[in-house]
């Protein structure tokens, strides 16, 4: 089992910064693909950017270039530093924990409560 807390959401001008965070517990965390997702007022929910268990990361296209998604495995968190913020970027965000084992099964899939996340003037 794995429990996730996110931490970090608030309310911010355009062009303002945010970092969210990502605490885990309950599971071997560097064993653990993870990710950032958000949900918008009235619209599905959308993976904004995930780093895997090697650090590689991946980025939605609507944020590339002005968030970064990074984990400290000593600390068992991640975080998703999130600059140059616009309006559409209002949602509530998500962590998610993935680990896949063989023959592709998934193991594991957790999600925490979400933060949320409003940017305004």
């Known amino acids: 089992q794995v429990q996730l807390v996110e931490s970090g959401g608030g309310l911010v001008e355009p062009g303002g910064s945010l970092r969210l965070s990502c605490a885990a517990s309950g599971s071997r965390f560097s064993l653990n693909a993870m990710g950032w997702y958000r949900q918008p007022p009235g619209k599905q929910r959308e993976v904004v950017a995930s780093?895997?268990?090697?650090?590689?990361?991946n980025y939605a296209d609507s944020v590339k270039g002005r968030f970064t998604i990074s984990r400290d495995n000593a600390k068992n968190t991640v975080y998703l530093q999130m600059n140059s913020l616009k309006p559409e970027d209002t949602a509530v965000y998500y962590c998610n924990a993935h680990r896949t084992g063989g023959l592709g099964r998934s193991t594991l899939d957790a999600w925490g409560q979400g933060t949320l996340v409003t940017v305004s003037s």
């Open positions: 780093i895997g268990t090697g650090g590689y990361t």
